[in-house]
C-alpha cells in the first residue's frame, strides 16, 4: 500500500493511503506515527484513504483493532478525522470508531478537506456530537 505519514504540526499528523493495504506494512506505519506523535500531548489525525481495496482494509482493521499498539496510538490523539472517496470506507471507520472510546471521530468526503481541518482545529468543548 502506497502511504506517506506527515507531522504537518505540532497538533496534526496526515496519513495519505490508496490501494490495497499490506497488513505487513503496519508495524512500520505505527512505529513512525508513534515516533512523530506524544502520548502526553494528544494531537490530531487526519487520514485520507483513497480507492482502498475492501478485503485487505477490512482484515488490517480488524487485526489490529485488537493489538495493544493500536490501543497505545489511539491515547496520542484526541480527534481523527477520515476523508475518502468510497462510501464503504465510510461506514468502516465508523464502525471503527467503537473502539475509539477516549476519541472523537468523524468522517468526511474528500471535498470537504477544509472542513475537517477546521473540525480538527477546534477545541473538544467546541464541537458538535460526531
Partial sequence: MPYTIQAETKDLTTIDAQGELNPDSMPEAVEQLIEQTDAEDPGSLLVRLQHMDLG???????????????????KRFGKVAV??????????????????????????????E?????????????????
Fill in 114 to 130: 477544509a472542513d475537517a481541518r477546521v473540525w480538527l482545529e477546534k477545541a473538544p468543548a467546541e464541537t458538535e456530537p460526531a
Fill in 56 to 74: 485487505t482494509l477490512h482484515t488490517v482493521a480488524s487485526d489490529w483493532s485488537r493489538k495493544a499498539e493500536f490501543f497505545a496510538l489511539q
Fill in 83 to 112: 476523508l475518502t472517496d468510497q462510501p464503504w470506507v465510510r461506514q468502516s471507520a465508523k464502525m471503527q470508531s467503537v473502539a475509539l472510546p477516549d476519541t472523537e471521530l468523524k468522517v468526511y468526503d474528500l471535498a470537504d
